[in-house]
């Protein structure tokens, strides 16, 4: 049986809206952000193109439409990612992980959490709303890993901890290239997602829990 790849009419209309947005919005952006020595200076000069993509639908196309986001297929958010990749690849992946961090939420999120992260992502009057994606660690000691799916046993594989204390976890350890978690002011994404070990006595894939940090959560750091 022949399989067309012919692109339906909606599908032009998502890959041409996309294509303008990148060539007339994202590219002046990228320049002056590309001329930028300072990578999180240089990030803050995407910003006005993000508040534009994000009033275009695009910044959580990904979401469904029940929760206030675009609906888009997985076909649809490739034919839009293809377009903006070929401006920039990075703004686009600061795109995706709004997806990606909130995918959990969206497949295996209560009702009242759909509700809580979802809804707060698609309608912000800012237009600035940006999720965070946290599971990458360093390697060495105890191990560190680039993904949350090393299949070795203890100590191999993600070492952030997550310690129940009363009504809540504190989280303990490192992260190494996070996407997005610094929001644009330096102070934190709205929401972050972090992988972390729930069960230290485990390790490679056992044990392990996805945790959504907002903004404003209590941080300390030791040397």
Not at 41 to 57: I, N, S
Not at 88 to 117: H, S
Not at 138 to 153: C, I, W
């Amino acid at each position: 049986m022949a399989i067309d790849f012919t692109l339906t009419t909606d599908q032009l209309r998502v890959q041409q809206s996309a294509r303008e947005f990148a060539t007339e919005v994202l590219a002046p952006a990228v320049r002056e952000a590309d001329a930028e020595p300072d990578p999180m200076a240089g990030f803050r000069r995407t910003k006005e193109a993000y508040v534009e993509a994000y009033r275009r639908g695009i910044a959580f196309c990904m979401l469904p439409t029940e929760y206030g986001g675009g609906g888009l297929s997985n076909v649809d958010v490739i034919l839009a990612a293809e377009e903006i990749c070929a401006v920039d690849p990075g703004f686009a992946c600061t795109i995706l992980v709004n997806g990606l961090g909130l995918m959990p939420v969206w497949y295996w999120g209560t009702d009242a959490q759909k509700d809580r992260f979802l809804r707060a992502a698609t309608s912000d009057p800012r237009g600035e709303y940006i999720v965070g994606y946290a599971v990458s660690e360093p390697a060495g000691s105890p191990g560190g890993t680039a993904n949350f799916d090393a299949p070795g046993a203890a100590p191999v594989g993600i070492s952030v901890t997550a310690l129940r204390d009363g009504d809540e976890y504190v989280l303990n350890g490192r992260k190494y290239w996070p996407c997005n978690v610094a929001g644009w002011d330096g102070n934190g994404a709205d929401a972050s997602i972090v992988v972390v070990r729930t069960d230290s006595g485990s390790g490679g894939t056992e044990g392990l829990s996805a945790i959504m940090v907002e903004r404003g959560t209590q941080a300390s750091a030791t040397g």
